[in-house]
């Protein structure tokens, strides 16, 4: 089971939020006050991350990401939830969605990642290869700025930094293993589908990495809408946070609208 942050208000429904590589529950900081004035919130830290990161992790797979999340929303009694994901968080929730749709009513990918191509495809297979030749910290500081690169994206890499240095040197060897495993997620494209589910896509103007590859996702996968923050990086939960939550949330309640009045 994860370990996690509960936010229970005695409201009807309930969100799971989960973050990206180097993040924790700490990352939805700026989500929060908004968030849970109309829901439950489960803010959930990945394994050798948050609350986690005393343990060292040596293998990361779908099958126990799958497992922790539904493990602790059975031992929560959360039967179903919208769900929102960061970064890396979207293919974890992605790949949840698949293995267990009951549990997912909309998702909501922020800064959507289940798309690699290019350079970016290059740069982890790149990481992945020299791991274990340089510092760890170089390759944190590498793919801060490599995500973040512009000047008005310092907060959003300090953050980054601060958090991904308290995981583990063998941790982060295993989430990098993990990214290379899935650069080539298409499957997830047919089979999302196949859920019909309700996705909002929000992304940043200038996130160089995965603006291309979330606009694939939005056309590919029906029910699917992107919405582009300007003026904003890689994480626009933090960076552009007050316009990301308005949009997520606008997304939820217009769902609720049509869901009331049908």
Same mark, same amino acid.
């Given at each position: 089971?994860?370990?996690?942050?509960?936010?229970?208000?005695?409201?009807?429904?309930?969100?799971?939020?989960?973050? #990206?590589? #180097? #993040?924790?529950?700490?990352?939805?900081?700026?989500?929060?006050?908004?968030?849970?004035?109309?829901?439950?919130?489960?803010?959930?830290?990945?394994? #050798?991350?948050?609350?986690?990161?005393?343990?060292?992790?040596?293998?990361?797979?779908?099958?126990?990401?799958?497992?922790?999340?539904?493990?602790?929303?059975?031992?929560?009694?959360?039967?179903?939830?919208?769900?929102?994901?960061?970064?890396?968080?979207?293919?974890?929730?992605?790949?949840?969605?698949?293995? @267990?749709?009951?549990?997912?009513?909309?998702?909501?990918?922020?800064?959507?990642?289940?798309?690699?191509?290019?350079?970016?495809?290059?740069?982890?297979?790149?990481?992945?290869?020299?791991?274990?030749?340089?510092?760890?910290?170089?390759?944190?500081?590498?793919?801060?700025?490599?995500?973040?690169?512009?000047?008005?994206?310092?907060?959003?890499?300090?953050?980054?930094?601060?958090?991904?240095?308290?995981?583990?040197?063998?941790?982060?060897?295993?989430?990098?293993?993990?990214?290379?495993?899935?650069?080539?997620?298409? @499957?997830?494209?047919?089979?999302?589908?196949?859920?019909?589910?309700?996705?909002?896509?929000?992304?940043?103007?200038?996130?160089?990495?995965?603006?291309?590859?979330?606009?694939?996702?939005?056309?590919?996968?029906?029910?699917?809408?992107?919405?582009?923050?300007?003026?904003?990086?890689?994480?626009?939960?933090?960076?552009?946070?007050?316009?990301?939550?308005?949009?997520?949330?606008?997304?939820?309640?217009?769902?609720?609208?049509?869901?009331?009045?049908?």
């Amino acid at each position: 089971m994860l370990k996690y942050e509960l936010i229970d208000n005695q409201k009807e429904e309930w969100i799971v939020f989960v973050h #990206g590589i #180097g #993040g924790s529950t700490k990352t939805w900081k700026k989500q929060i006050d908004d968030f849970s004035e109309h829901y439950n919130l489960l803010l959930l830290d990945l394994p #050798g991350h948050g609350l986690h990161a005393s343990k060292i992790i040596r293998k990361v797979d779908a099958q126990m990401l799958h497992d922790g999340i539904k493990e602790t929303l059975d031992y929560l009694h959360i039967e179903s939830a919208h769900f929102v994901g960061l970064s890396l968080g979207t293919i974890i929730i992605a790949q949840f969605a698949i293995y @267990h749709p009951e549990c997912v009513k909309t998702i909501i990918f922020g800064a959507a990642s289940l798309k690699v191509s290019g350079i970016n495809r290059f740069a982890v297979i790149a990481a992945n290869k020299i791991k274990r030749f340089v510092p760890y910290k170089f390759l944190y500081k590498f793919f801060a700025w490599f995500l973040m690169p512009r000047k008005h994206h310092k907060k959003s890499r300090s953050i980054f930094l601060r958090e991904v240095v308290k995981l583990d040197k063998k941790t982060m060897y295993a989430w990098i293993e993990y990214v290379q495993l899935i650069l080539k997620p298409e @499957h997830l494209f047919d089979r999302l589908n196949e859920l019909k589910k309700k996705i909002l896509v929000i992304s940043g103007e200038e996130d160089h990495c995965f603006l291309k590859g979330a606009r694939v996702l939005a056309n590919r996968i029906k029910d699917t809408e992107i919405q582009v923050i300007e003026k904003c990086g890689h994480v626009c939960t933090i960076e552009k946070w007050s316009d990301f939550n308005q949009r997520a949330l606008n997304f939820l309640h217009t769902l609720r609208l049509d869901y009331i009045t049908s």
